[in-house]
Nanobody, 128 residues
């Protein structure tokens, strides 16, 4: 179990950039064995995997719709992950959720149901 707090959402015009942060705390297990990442959910749509990173070695995986535009990174000392979102499109508009799961590696297929801990979410709105 881990507590997750997101920040950094907001409104931006298409083509702009935003940076999301997710701070993890109250780890009940080794901090080096968590897969952490971002999912998003637009109204009426299923929760979609955006990007994940493994705390132990920094391995990353991305959803197809954000490859080349979004970058996930981490500050292991602060137990914080970041999502740099560039070249934003209106279809990126959604509630973005930070997720974490204690495991030996991140899954390369990003399925929300495989993650145990979730933040409250932060809204990202991209206008055309």
């Amino acid at each position: 179990q881990v507590r997750l707090v997101e920040s950094g959402g907001g409104s931006v015009q298409a083509g702009g950039s935003l940076r999301l942060s997710c701070a993890a705390s109250e780890h009940t297990r080794s901090k080096n064995m968590y897969c952490m990442g971002w999912f998003r959910q637009a109204p009426g749509k299923a929760r979609e995997g955006v990007a994940v990173i493994y705390s132990g070695d920094g391995t990353t995986y991305y959803g197809d719709s954000v490859k080349g535009r979004f970058t996930i990174s981490q500050d292991a000392a602060k137990s914080t992950i970041y999502l740099q979102m560039d070249s934003l499109k209106p279809e990126d508009t959604a509630m973005y959720y930070c997720a974490a799961d204690y495991r030996h590696q991140c899954p390369w297929v990003l399925i929300a149901s495989s993650f145990n801990d979730w933040g409250q979410g932060t809204q990202v709105t991209v206008s055309s």
